[in-house]
């Protein structure tokens, strides 16, 4: 049924969350293994006002920022299966709400893939809005500077990521709600769908006309819009997914 439903779409817009990178080795939040389920206060840790405030918060997440496991991740088969949806010509857009980059890693095309969340490849000074490559700042943290500063303005960095309390770039959501009104099978794939505004786009996409079809591990508050839900793994069932419609 969803292999038809590929097949006959002409537009197909893709949501992804950390549940695609889990099979990479990067946990996810919510899940059974997620950060936020082992260490509650870790959520609480990550607004933005908590960041400004407090620079022991800071000094905790340049050292979690550089022992993050995206550096040494690869793609999985989930990332490749939308890399093969691709090449059939059916992809709308990934609008993504992860920040490790595995998307164009695997090969996806960059100007299809849109970073709802913003990336953790890059660092952002929250004074001046100077942007450095992440690799550059996480290796002045080892030589030893605890909380770097921008080298612009000497304001406070943070990786180019929307932490709590931090808006959205309002030209990147724009781009992933034109996505979501304007496909005709929306797939929302590894994410909770907890997090606002990213999951309010399944409802703008089955208000326009689109099916929806979660693939998700758990239960997610927007199972009762779904057309099909899968609860298999990612990096199995997508491939087969999208094997059948190519
Ligand atoms: P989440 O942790 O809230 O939910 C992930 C969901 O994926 C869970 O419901 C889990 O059961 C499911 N899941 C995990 N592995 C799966 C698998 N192999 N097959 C099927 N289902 C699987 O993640 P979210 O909804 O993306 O929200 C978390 C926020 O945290 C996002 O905004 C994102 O920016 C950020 N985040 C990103 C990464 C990353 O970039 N890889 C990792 C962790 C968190």
Not at 27 to 52: E, H, N
Not at 181 to 189: E, I, K, P, Q, Y
Request: hydrophobic share 40%; glycine share 10%.
């Amino acid at each position: 049924m969803i292999g038809e439903w590929l097949r006959n779409a002409g537009a197909v817009t893709v949501l992804t969350g950390a549940g695609i990178s889990t099979e990479s080795g990067i946990p996810d939040f919510r899940g059974p293994q997620g950060v936020w389920t082992k260490d509650p206060q870790a959520a609480a840790m990550s607004t933005i006002d908590v960041y400004l405030a407090d620079p022991a918060v800071r000094r905790r997440a340049w050292r979690s920022r550089r022992d993050h496991p995206a550096w040494g991740a690869e793609p999985n088969a989930g990332h490749r299966a939308l890399v093969d949806l691709e090449r059939t010509g059916r992809l709308r857009a990934i609008v993504t709400q992860n920040i490790d980059g595995l998307h164009q890693k695997a090969g996806s095309d960059p100007d299809l893939v849109i970073e709802v969340h913003g990336t953790m490849l890059e660092a952002e000074c929250l004074g001046c809005g100077r942007r450095t490559p992440m690799p550059e700042v996480l290796a002045r943290v080892d030589q030893g500077e605890e909380d770097p500063p921008c080298a612009e303005c000497g304001g406070i960095q943070k990786s180019a990521t929307i932490s709590f309390g931090q808006a959205l770039k309002p030209d990147v959501f724009a781009a992933a709600e034109r996505a979501a009104r304007g496909c005709d099978l929306f797939l929302a794939v590894g994410s909770s769908l907890g997090v606002q505004p990213a999951a309010g786009l399944c409802m703008e996409a089955v208000e326009s006309g689109a099916r929806l079809v979660i693939i998700n591990a758990q239960e997610t508050p927007y199972d009762r819009l779904a057309d099909a839900i899968v609860r298999e793994p990612i990096g199995t069932v997508l491939p087969t997914l999208v094997s059948d419609t190519c």
